[in-house]
């Protein structure tokens, strides 16, 4: 399903000049979010547990061209900043973790004839998550060694403009990876790294 959605958001990004006219319009957002839920499921060699973690926030900004008066499309990045894994398993008190996602996107306006909340907005976006840690290595055996590969991110979600420049967002992401990890003597394992987050965002758009 996940190159199913890539597949068609890249479609839609490929041909958008074809059908763009001088009506068209850009759009660029500025936005802040929290995470009202998220967890870190690492699932490997002898290990399958799921992680919470501290309450964190982001920031973020969008691109979007419209092809016509309801279809956008574009690009966007949002930075989560680094958070404590609560404690447990195969990770430290102290150990934390961050993403960077950078993706193409398309959303859909369905206008609404009411002059505070103007539309209601499903989105779709599909790239690529940068997962950042910082592992308190004093806590581990003498010589641990943890390599982290990154991978795919998607999401899909809700928003809304009001007053014509507010923009709500609901979005529900997932970003997948693999860590490797050697801990002496006995220890030499890989897992399957998956972060979900619903965040909420809360930003501002400028018309160009």
Do not use: R
């Not at 958008?16 to 967890?39: H, I, R, Y």
């Not at 016509?68 to 934390?96: C, E, L, M, Q, R």
């Not at 993403?99 to 206008?111: E, G, H, S, V």
């Amino acid at each position: 399903m996940k190159k199913s959605l890539f597949a068609v958001l890249l479609a839609v990004v490929l041909v958008s000049p074809v059908f763009a006219t001088d009506k068209g319009t850009m759009q660029l957002d500025v936005k802040a979010g929290m995470p009202v839920n998220q967890e870190l499921k690492v699932k490997g060699d002898n290990t399958n547990i799921n992680y919470d973690l501290d309450t964190t926030f982001s920031l973020g900004a969008d691109f979007f061209y419209y092809i016509d008066s309801n279809i956008a499309v574009g690009a966007g990045i949002d930075h989560i900043f680094k958070t404590k894994i609560k404690y447990g398993g195969s990770y430290g008190p102290n150990d934390k973790v961050g993403i960077t996602n950078i993706y193409l996107q398309a959303k859909y306006d369905f206008i609404l004839n009411n002059d505070i909340v103007n539309n209601i907005c499903p989105v779709v976006q599909v790239g690529y998550g940068i997962t950042s840690y910082d592992f308190d290595y004093a806590v581990y055996p003498p010589n641990t060694n943890i390599e982290v590969e990154d991978g795919l991110y998607w999401a899909i979600g809700v928003g809304t403009t009001i007053k014509e420049h507010l923009i709500i967002e609901l979005i529900y992401s997932f970003d997948y990876g693999k860590t490797k990890m050697y801990m002496p003597p006995f220890v030499n394992s890989k897992a399957d790294t998956t972060y979900t987050s619903i965040k909420l965002n809360v930003g501002f758009k400028f018309s160009l």
